[in-house]
C-alpha cells in the first residue's frame, strides 16, 4: 500500500549546523517525491523534488537524498537559519494521472539562535 | 512570481450552514486540487480536477462536497451542510507541467 511517513517528529539544531531530516515510503512504485516546508498559519511551501532515476539533487542549501533500495528519503539544510523553523513534510506523488499528493505526518524542526 | 490565492483566509459558519471557498489557481496550470489539514495533523487529499471534471477523490469528499470551476480563474470548494469536523484549514494547489504542486495560504474554516 501507499505510506509516506516521518522517522521524527521534532528536530532541535543550532543556528549553523546542518539538519537532516527523513522520510520512509512503503510504495516502491513510487517515483516521484516532494519536500515541503510550512510554517505557522501558512500554506506548504515547495522547497524541492526528485524522481526515481535520481539519487541526489541539489537546491540552494538544501539537498534531497533518495535510497529506492530503503525506501528512504531525506532532506539535508545547510547551515541552518532561523528562518529555517517550520514543519517540513515529504509527499509521494501517487501513480494515478490525477497526482494527488500523499503527505507524511511532518517533522518540526527548531533552530536555537 | 505567479502564486495561488485563496479567499477568505478565515471562514466562520454555523453547523448546517452552506460554505463556499475560492481558490485562483496559477493561470496556465491545468490540474488543480484541494486538501484539508485538521489542526496539528498532516495534509489530506480531498479532490483532483482536471478538464473541468474531477478526476480523483478521497472517501473524504462525500456527497456533500462539490467543486467547480465556475469561469476560467476560479476554482471552488462547496460544503453543503457543515459538520463541526470539518472545521480545518483548507488547501488549495495547482500544479505544473512537471508535476509539482503550489499552494495557496489556505482557508480557515471553523464550524461552530
Known amino acids: 500500500g501507499e505510506n509516506v511517513g516521518l522517522h521524527l517528529p521534532t528536530l532541535s539544531v543550532q543556528e549553523g549546523d546542518n539538519s537532516i531530516i527523513n522520510c520512509a515510503y512503503s510504495?516502491?512504485?513510487?517515483?516521484?517525491f516532494i519536500w515541503y516546508k510550512q510554517e505557522s498559519g501558512k500554506g506548504p511551501q515547495f522547497i524541492i523534488d526528485i524522481r526515481s532515476n535520481m539519487d541526489k539533487r541539489q537546491g540552494q542549501r538544501v539537498t534531497v537524498l533518495l535510497n529506492k533500495t530503503v525506501k528512504h528519503l531525506s532532506l539535508q539544510i545547510a547551515a541552518t537559519q532561523p528562518g529555517d523553523s517550520a514543519v517540513y513534510f515529504c509527499a509521494e506523488i501517487s501513480g494515478n494521472q490525477g497526482g494527488k499528493l500523499i503527505f507524511g505526518q511532518g517533522t518540526e524542526l527548531s533552530v536555537k539562535p | 512570481e505567479p502564486e495561488v490565492t485563496q479567499t477568505p483566509s478565515h471562514q466562520v459558519t454555523q453547523m448546517g450552514q452552506e460554505v463556499i471557498l475560492r481558490c485562483v489557481p496559477i493561470s496556465n496550470h491545468l490540474y488543480f486540487y484541494w486538501y484539508r489539514q485538521i489542526l496539528g495533523q498532516k495534509v489530506e487529499f480531498l479532490v483532483s480536477f482536471y478538464n473541468n471534471e474531477i478526476s480523483e477523490k478521497s472517501e473524504i469528499f462525500d456527497d456533500q462536497f462539490s467543486v467547480e470551476r465556475p469561469d476560467g480563474s476560479n476554482f471552488t470548494l462547496k460544503i453543503r451542510s457543515t459538520k463541526l469536523e470539518d472545521s480545518a484549514m483548507y488547501f488549495c494547489?495547482?500544479?505544473?507541467?512537471?508535476?509539482?504542486?503550489?499552494f495557496g495560504p489556505g482557508t480557515r474554516l471553523t464550524v461552530l
Open positions: 494547489a495547482s500544479r505544473d507541467e512537471n508535476l509539482r504542486q503550489f
Open positions: 510504495n516502491s512504485a513510487s517515483d516521484y
